[in-house]
């Protein structure tokens, strides 16, 4: 037996040994790969369909619901214009989204700090606690808090209202703001410290800026929350303090005006104004970071848990 | 060491310990009183609200606890898994309440995960753009959402009136305010929910995990059942305990879009306080918040889910 | 010592130039819980000194660093900056530059705002700032580099940009965090030399952080090695490589072979020490080691060669077989065996009369007793 034998025959002797993997044809491969596209299609399409289906019944020139349209008009926008309490109730819950979106990033960020960065006791249950309005049913809350504010006598007031969307709006602020100081790397306010400058010079020069994004996504959040909020509203608003939501729930229960339609038309665009302008922000942030931490720091907007 | 100053002579090492100990107590401190504001805040209008609602299932109207009796006492009785278990018109609407939930989770689960699966598979850029079509809806108020579905599957809704034009159908059928319009809408909102944790667990999956399974000789079917899914759980039971619990607690959908029958926890702990009773309300908050917070900890400790709601780093 | 000398030797710097500040250690203890980071540390720095603490992940360099910087507050023990105590001393006040591991720019803001970040913190004017800012980006060799972000600078620049700003504010003492732990040898190689040259141009005392022997040797006026919380030895390189006071220090830098045997005599000049199967073999004697003691003889492979025949007075002999030969280029590397089992490593140049061995071949070494140390 010469020298080179074996060596040349030992690869075919460990592929007997051994069978080779089945060769999958590259077509089935593809094939699995259209089909869950298409059914990746077909969710989405669930998804967004239904959200856009209100906006051709907001033109409709119909006098009740009906699909579709026999014609265009902009009947129920004049509506919403025209009849008393929908306008009234928009401002009303711009401005309770705004005082809750204020006192929920202020209260919020300040808790974030405390939670990512303190080593005190009990803070996994402060934590807990902090984020725990995300899970415990609304109603329940709304219904304590009106019992709390019947004796307060703050049902009926904005005010009310906005104190207990921050206690709801809480959360997504703390969670938002962890997130991104979670992926903070500590060491930049050290070297600020080390430069000279103060813990709150630190903050408003080097944390703040960095964190930024996370605050915001936090703050629209917030604003959202109450914006939207119903349940509560219920309970708390009285007749003092109508949100839209409020107003729009009444209307849907009496009877299926399509002046919603239209309501619901400018809330969409409104939604999609306030993604659009969440995703150039991320992306603007996005340039600003180093490359080491693009990996680490967790999506911009992050679930709304 | 000899030709240090007189300070360092003068300060005996106890005392030196002891201010440095007062000093790191000092930066903790500090974050407590960052942290105060929102703890006070929170304890005032969220934490002592809530809990004394919930303490008037004890006292409401009077002490003792018999607004937990009609909970217990049984009307009928039910057959589960062979067990006859007492049954009456308000653990009806637990059981109810369970079964929405349960469906619910099953249904976003079975699609969000193809969702989450591929738009983690492309470049985040596209995946970005594909994810604003989960977000819009996520980001749209559940009141035009619910709206939304009556408009389609109302009795002159767009479905109806499809079905009709295209012959299927002559006379509407219906649609809304049915158990199946409840799990449309509710599977319609918790959706996203789902598809965001799922998306982010599986975007932190090294791809070069399934390429070293591929090269090991598995086909695509066992590189995505032996690798990919596994490494995907927690992403699954985050989803899933999320979309469980929010599902618990749902008011606005199944009011608007559910039948007579399809009463959910919310609904009626709504309609005791209208009726003016309040301590059997509360008695009933108090059992669906147990609920949820030990379907919470047996998901958690069981699973060993860390940081589904954001909990602090340890 | 010798950037001291040259200080003096040119006098007051002007500009940039910062006279470096003493900086004490006293007894230093700091705990997390039950882990003790830093146990015991003491070390008088001179002004101007350029120290490097080296020792392995966790030893607790950074620990040390933190309290000097003020990010740690310590357990025990006191630090002096110029006999002043500034344990307790906030770090926004404490005017230490520092070098951070992976620099710690600020990635918000342009090179310029980074260095002005300091300046600014100081409440200096426009006009000064530019022109301070301008100054050191020169002395660092990045001028007109103010207005790039830091993302779009390579490592090295990085790095210097981390040096120019720690330097701006004129600090009197400079630390340094494994500042080039992520670059590649070549750059580090070069960035060592220009750090080096630095520091003899300002005389500001450097307290270094690294794992790397090689580069602690080559910076250092003087090295304290540290092992878990501990200061094993402190002391200039070539004490350090010739004169170990422990075991990890002679395993840490460089390469060494130990010998494990016993003590059985130990009078003025001479150790012997007793190796099982091997016999007696000696070495310089150290105070404080008693006749019985268990003990290793250390010896570095390059102080080991081969010998054809007899013990010369004043030389350790054994006789061995190679184990393994290893061929490194300029040399080759024998792993011996020796009576009784222990192995030792030696390094041959290959020179011309070289006797060259293969594996199994008998081997006789020796070495002069004054190269060996008892640990
Ligand atoms: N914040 C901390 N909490 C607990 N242990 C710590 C902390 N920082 C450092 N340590 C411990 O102190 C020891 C020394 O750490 P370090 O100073 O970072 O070492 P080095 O810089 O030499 O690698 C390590 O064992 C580390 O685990
Ligand atoms: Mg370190």
């Known amino acids: 037996m010469t020298a080179t034998a074996p060596s040349a025959r030992l690869p075919r002797a460990d592929a007997s040994a051994v069978p080779r993997p089945r060769q999958r044809a590259r077509s089935s491969f593809s094939l699995g790969r259209a089909l869950l596209w298409v059914v990746v299609g077909l969710v989405l399409l669930f998804l967004v369909f239904p959200v856009f289906v209100v906006v051709p019944v907001s033109f409709s020139s119909a006098k009740y619901l009906q699909f579709p349209p026999p014609g265009w008009s902009l009947q129920w926008y004049e509506n919403y214009f025209i009849r008393p309490g929908w306008v009234d109730a928009t401002f009303l819950s711009i401005r309770v989204a705004l005082v809750t979106t204020v006192l929920a990033t202020i209260l919020g960020t300040a808790a974030s700090l405390a939670l990512v960065r303190g080593r005190f006791p009990g803070r996994n249950a402060i934590n807990s606690f902090m984020v725990s309005p995300l899970v415990v049913p609304t109603i329940i809350v709304a219904i304590g808090v009106y019992f709390f504010y019947a004796r307060v006598r703050l049902v009926g007031h904005p005010l009310g209202l906005s104190l207990a969307h921050t206690a709801l709006a809480l959360p997504f602020v703390i969670t938002n703001v962890s997130a991104t100081l979670h992926g903070f790397d500590e060491r930049l306010e050290y070297a600020a410290m080390n430069l000279g400058a103060n813990r709150w010079q630190t903050f408003r020069r080097v944390t703040l800026p960095i964190i930024r994004p996370g605050v915001f996504a936090g703050a629209l959040f917030a604003f959202i929350t109450s914006f939207d909020e119903l349940i509560v509203a219920l309970f708390v608003s009285g007749s003092g303090a109508v949100t839209l939501p409020r107003k729009m729930w009444d209307g849907l229960r009496q009877e299926i005006d399509p002046t919603i339609a239209a309501v619901s038309t400018v809330l969409i665009a409104f939604s999609i104004v306030i993604l659009l302008s969440a995703e150039l922000l991320r992306q603007r942030s996005e340039r600003t970071r180093t490359a080491t931490w693009a990996a680490e720091e967790e999506e911009g907007l992050g679930a709304r848990e | 060491m000899a030709t240090l100053t007189t300070e360092m002579a003068a300060a005996p090492r106890e005392a030196q310990s002891a201010r440095f100990a007062a000093l790191r107590r000092r930066e903790q401190w500090r974050y407590l009183f960052l942290l105060a504001p929102a703890l006070v805040f929170l304890t005032a209008f969220y934490g002592y609200p809530v809990a004394s609602m919930l303490m008037r299932a004890f006292y409401d109207p009077s002490w003792g606890g018999q607004n937990f009796a009609p909970l217990v006492e049984a009307s009928s009785t039910v057959e589960v898994l062979g067990l006859s278990l007492p049954m009456n018109v308000y653990l009806r609407v637990f059981w109810i309440t369970l079964q929405i939930a349960l469906v619910t989770t099953v249904c976003t689960l079975l699609l969000g995960y193809p969702v989450a699966y591929a738009l983690s598979s492309i470049s985040p850029g596209r995946a970005n753009l594909l994810m604003m079509l989960v977000l819009i809806p996520f980001w749209t108020s559940i009141l035009v959402r619910s709206y939304a579905w009556m408009v389609l599957l109302g009795q002159e809704g767009i479905i109806n009136e499809a079905l009709t034009a295209a012959g299927a159908i002559e006379n509407p059928i219906r649609l809304l305010n049915t158990r199946f319009a409840v799990y449309l809408g509710m599977v319609h909102i918790l959706l996203p929910f789902m598809i965001l944790p799922l998306y982010a667990v599986m975007r932190g999956i090294d791809r070069n995990l399934m390429r070293a399974a591929g090269n090991l000789g598995a086909p695509p079917a066992a590189v995505f059942r032996r690798i990919f899914l596994p490494l995907s759980l927690p992403g699954i039971a985050a989803g899933c305990l999320l979309v469980f619990i929010l599902s618990l607690g749902f008011y606005i959908t199944p009011q608007l879009l559910g039948g007579q029958r399809d009463v959910m926890v919310s609904m009626l702990i709504q309609q005791q306080v209208d009726l003016l009773k309040w301590g059997f309300g509360s008695a009933l908050a108090l059992v669906l918040l147990v609920l949820a917070l030990v379907i919470y900890l047996v998901f958690t400790r069981l699973l060993g889910v860390e940081r589904v709601f954001g909990s602090a780093r340890a | ?375």
Not at chain 3, 196 to 209: D, N
Request: some cysteine; hydrophobic content about 40%.
């Open chain 3, 1 to 375: 010592m010798t950037a001291t000398a040259n200080r003096e030797m040119r006098g007051d710097p002007d500009g940039l130039g910062a006279l470096g500040a003493r900086v004490v250690f006293d007894r230093i203890e700091k705990r997390y819980g039950a882990v003790v980071a830093v146990n015991d540390v003491s070390l008088d720095i001179a002004p101007g000194e350029f120290v490097t603490l080296l020792g392995p992940s966790g030893s607790g360099k950074t620990t040390t660093l933190m309290m000097l910087a003020g990010f740690e507050i310590p357990t025990a023990g006191e630090i002096y900056v110029d006999d002043d105590p500034i344990a307790a001393v906030p770090p926004y006040r404490r005017n230490i530059g520092m070098v951070f591991q992976n620099y710690a720019l600020f990635p918000h803001m342009t090179v310029g705002e980074n260095i002005a970040f300091p300046l600014q913190m100081r409440r200096m004017s426009r006009a000064e700032i530019a022109s301070k800012t301008g100054e050191v980006l020169e002395l660092v060799g990045l001028p007109g580099y103010e207005g790039r972000y830091p993302r779009q600078l390579s490592g090295g620049q990085q790095q210097r940009v981390a040096v120019a700003r720690a330097l701006v504010f004129n600090p009197r003492v400079l630390l340094m965090d494994e500042p080039l732990g992520a670059l590649d040898k070549q750059l580090r190689e070069r960035l060592q030399l220009e750090i080096k040259a630095l520091h003899e141009q300002l005389g500001v005392t450097i307290i270094y952080v690294t794992h790397d022997q090689e580069e602690a040797l080559i910076m250092s006026d003087r090295i304290a090695v540290m092992n878990e919380g501990l200061i094993e030895q402190f002391g200039q390189p070539t004490d350090l490589y010739d004169e170990p006071a422990t075991r990890f220090v002679a395993d840490f830098i460089g390469e060494s072979n130990f010998i494990d045997g016993t003590l059985t005599q130990h009078d003025g000049a001479t150790a012997c020490v007793d190796v099982s199967g091997l016999g007696e073999l000696h070495a310089p004697a150290r105070p404080g080691y008693a006749a019985g003691t268990v003990v290793a003889l250390t010896v570095r492979p390059e102080k080991i060669v081969a010998a054809e025949n007899g013990s010369a007075p004043g030389m350790n002999a054994v006789a061995g077989v190679v184990e393994d030969v290893v061929f490194v280029g300029e040399m080759r590397r024998y792993v011996v065996r020796m009576p009784g089992g222990q192995r030792l490593v030696l390094k041959a140049q290959n020179r011309i009369g070289v006797q060259n061995f293969e594996r199994g071949d008998p081997i006789r070494v020796c070495w002069n007793v004054a190269d060996g140390r008892i640990v």
